[in-house]
């Protein structure tokens, strides 16, 4: 799935796409945190970005569970999260420029 999103109110829209779609060993930047279906929790993409999923940041993705590829790990900033698919889908990244 992939989206348009600015990076803020004057900047260019950016293609995107979700966090989860990232193979291990790549690195993005976050172009923002978004409800990526009905069921996901209302409290959820605040939550994400409370932890340091904000435009800017960089994200690396160091591994991938067995089965399906999750929970993801990732690293943001100097933090290392794993990652539901729920979770990983709300973040929306661009490629480094």
Same mark, same amino acid.
């Given at each position: 799935?992939? #989206?348009?999103?600015?990076?803020?109110?004057?900047?260019?829209?950016? #293609?995107?796409?979700?966090l989860s779609d !990232?193979?291990?060993?790549?690195?993005?930047?976050v172009v923002? +945190? +978004?409800p990526s279906g009905p069921d996901v929790?209302?409290? !959820?993409?605040?939550?994400? =970005?409370d932890l340091g999923f904000l435009p800017g940041e960089r994200v690396h993705v160091l591994a991938r569970g067995p089965l399906g590829g999750e929970? +993801? =790990?990732?690293?943001?900033?100097?933090a290392t999260f794993a990652l539901r698919r729920l979770e990983a889908?709300?973040?929306?990244? =661009?490629?480094?420029?």
């Open positions: 799935m992939s #989206a348009v999103l600015p990076l803020d109110e004057y900047a260019a829209p950016v #293609a995107c796409q979700a !990232l193979a291990k060993g790549q690195s993005a930047r923002g +945190v +978004v929790p209302p409290d !959820l993409t605040r939550r994400l =970005a929970p +993801v =790990a990732v690293r943001v900033g100097t889908d709300c973040i929306r990244i =661009a490629p480094l420029e």
